[in-house]
């Protein structure tokens, strides 16, 4: 696959040079190499502003974000064959910790494939691509996952809003054998099943297994409230770690009747209750109510997508801990997680902490969470760093 050069301004190839691979349209130098010449998923070799070859990868004119490196041999440009390769280097880390082959196989930018992701359910895969780039290499990667895994079948999600602004079409399409409607994996051991072609994003959020991992000596014996429960993950999780009672709030059907029948799989439906409503509808409602519970479970989805987003975004997070505070028992604990990379752990500990003066609380940070190790961080990329979940014990003010 022939590559155009792309040509960087000067000074802008520092960001690369550390390990960043992401190259915005203003650092290019369009007088040596105009963008309107590229097309979007071009290859492209990447050069400082001397000339000098820095890494290959794909282009997108169109986007701000407008080229990726994938590789820095010269020799292993992005190809079928380094796919395979990246897929197995990939492959090999989620083997040493996981059991059973449920986890995100792919996570673009830290797995070396920037655009693609990939997840894992036994012999099926839900994959998700999201730049022009790896669009115009589908075929070599659907290939590469056959050489590597033999899935039964395939699930391209390919139907979210991030690839518009790469002026791509939405669209949702199984590939080789018949595509389940309900995909089954196992967390700890415990069986679980998720709507395939309607759950959310992939299916499964992987990323917070080992989170809820943690949640045992918290959750025994307590009353528990998991808000944004989707189809359970936490609160299934939550009574299976021995809690009493647990309910499970969010505004999806769907999301909610998978919810219920993760209880069942497990049986644990006798202690499991679901309430269908908006998150800060039904809070307030419960606070009415003079409800209260030992523990809180609070993972929203991002609040804040973009940087623009970031005054609004932290209201909204100060807003949910602050109900979530003010439906907790006496020396109650509060689980509350953020994905928005905008907002970073300190700034979320910040906005808890806030939530607990304005309700009268002292809070005691016990232990802090971050996404599993299917979804490494890219060192160079603080992008790739998303996930926070804190766990705090809340007391009346000291």
């Not at 960043?20 to 502003?49: M, R």
């Not at 906005?351 to 009268?360: I, K, L, M, S």
């Amino acid at each position: 696959m022939n590559s155009a050069p792309l040509q960087l301004k000067k000074n802008q190839d520092r960001r690369l040079r550390f390990g960043h691979c992401w190259i915005y349209s203003n650092e290019v130098d369009t007088n040596a190499t105009p963008l309107k010449d590229f097309e979007a998923g071009q290859p492209v070799d990447v050069l400082n502003h001397q000339g000098k070859w820095i890494g290959s990868g794909y282009v997108n004119p169109h986007s701000l974000i407008c080229a990726r490196l994938v590789s820095r041999d010269k020799a292993h440009p992005l190809s079928r064959s380094l796919i395979v390769h990246r897929l197995k280097i990939a492959l090999a880390l989620r083997q040493r910790f996981y059991a059973t082959p449920h986890y995100r196989l792919v996570f673009g930018e830290s797995d070396g494939l920037p655009g693609l992701v990939v997840d894992r359910y036994g012999d099926y895969l839900v994959v998700q691509i999201t730049t022009a780039g790896m669009e115009a290499i589908k075929e070599d990667i659907l290939a590469a996952l056959e050489k590597v895994l033999k899935p039964q079948a395939v699930l391209l999600r390919n139907d979210g809003a991030i690839r518009e602004s790469e002026g791509l079409e939405r669209y949702t399409e199984s590939v080789g054998g018949d595509f389940p409607e309900t995909l089954d994996l196992r967390e700890h051991n415990l069986p679980f099943q998720v709507p395939a072609s309607t759950g959310q994003k992939t299916g499964w959020f992987y990323d917070q297994a080992f989170n809820r991992g943690r949640l045992m000596p918290y959750v025994k014996r307590a009353r528990v409230l998991d808000v944004f429960s989707y189809v359970g993950a936490w609160g299934v999780q939550a009574a299976i770690q021995g809690a009493a009672e647990v309910t499970c709030v969010d505004a999806s059907r769907t999301a909610l009747d998978a919810a219920a029948n993760n209880a069942a799989l497990n049986g644990v439906s006798e202690r499991f209750h679901v309430h269908l409503g908006d998150a800060f509808a039904v809070m307030r409602e419960l606070r009415a109510e003079r409800q209260r519970f030992d523990v809180v479970l609070v993972d929203p989805p991002a609040f804040i997508k973009r940087r623009k987003d970031l005054k609004e975004g932290e209201l909204a997070y100060r807003r949910v801990n602050q109900l979530a505070l003010q439906l907790l028992s006496k020396d109650g604990i509060l689980v509350s997680s953020s994905c928005s990379h905008h907002m970073s752990a300190d700034a979320l500990l910040q906005v808890v902490q806030q939530a607990g003066r304005h309700t009268d609380r002292s809070l005691q940070l016990l232990e802090q969470g971050y996404q599993a190790p299917d979804h490494p961080v890219h060192p160079a990329m603080p992008e790739t760093a998303y996930l926070k979940t804190f766990y705090f014990r809340a007391l009346p003010s000291f």
